[in-house]
T-cell receptor
Framework: DQQVKQNSPSLSVQEGRISILNCDYT??????FLWYKKYPAEGPTFLIS?????DKNEDGRFTVFLNKSAKHLSLHIVPSQPGDSAVYFC?????????????FGKGTKLSVKP | DTAVSQTPKYLVTQMGNDKSIKCEQN?????MYWYKQDSKKFLKIMFS???????INETVPNRFSPKSPDKAHLNLHINSLELGDSAVYFC???????????????FGSGTRLTVV
């Protein structure tokens, strides 16, 4: 049962344009959603999060939008830079479940072309 | 200084062997985790320890045994390795009660286990 789904395995964007990465979830108990970024041969690194009671959180070039009624969130990167090329994982936190356990999607590989 | 370090980075071994992966964090976190990324690329929680006590044990074969000698270490021992155990194993740490708007795990760089 995939509680967090990232249906696009890859995305290619031109430098300077907007990158939009999408994520859907099924678990209504998630209280926080997080995005992680992963470079090859490295562990995932925390990028940005959003509370389930908010609909937007912004940090520099990164903005996460949450549509709770649709159980959908998206990560916007504006403007995209070649250094943003990485795999992006969406995760939901079910704090009331297994004490802070994060449930991850399969990831979307973003390629930003110069 | 590496915040969460795992050793070894690569491990190739034969079926039936017993192997261990070590993890250490120097962040002062109270909770440590093991995640497995299989061939389908999912990152799945295996175990979680808080202050040396097991708090999450997902459906993992009992050939996998975590050991936490102290809050800074969480090692993973695997007995009788099988082909299906081939994956990348990530260690992570966090403060369980961290501020939720700053919530995030710190991951190690992963151990690629190949069972032949």
């Amino acid at each position: 049962d995939q509680q967090v789904k990232q249906n696009s395995p890859s995305l290619s964007v031109q430098e300077g344009r907007i990158s939009i990465l999408n994520c859907d979830y099924t678990n209504s108990m998630f209280d926080y959603f997080l995005w992680y970024k992963k470079y090859p041969a490295e562990g995932p690194t925390f990028l940005i999060s959003i509370s389930s009671i908010k609909d937007k959180n912004e940090d520099g070039r990164f903005t996460v939008f949450l549509n709770k009624s649709a159980k959908h969130l998206s990560l916007h990167i504006v403007p995209s830079q070649p250094g943003d090329s990485a795999v992006y994982f969406c995760a939901g936190r079910n704090y009331g479940g297994s004490q802070g356990n994060l449930i991850f999607g399969k990831g979307t590989k973003l390629s930003v072309k110069p | 200084d590496t915040a969460v370090s795992q050793t070894p980075k690569y491990l190739v071994t034969q079926m039936g062997n017993d192997k261990s992966i070590k993890c250490e964090q120097n962040l002062g976190h109270d909770t440590m985790y093991w995640y497995k990324q299989d061939s389908k690329k999912f990152l799945k929680i295996m175990f979680s320890y808080n202050n040396k006590e097991l708090i999450i044990n997902e459906t993992v074969p009992n050939r996998f045994s975590p050991k936490s000698p102290d809050k800074a270490h969480l090692n993973l021992h695997i007995n009788s390795l099988e082909l299906g155990d081939s994956a990348v194993y990530f260690c992570a740490s966090s403060h369980l009660q961290d501020r939720v708007d700053n919530y995030g795990y710190t991951f190690g760089s992963g151990t690629r286990l190949t069972v032949v």
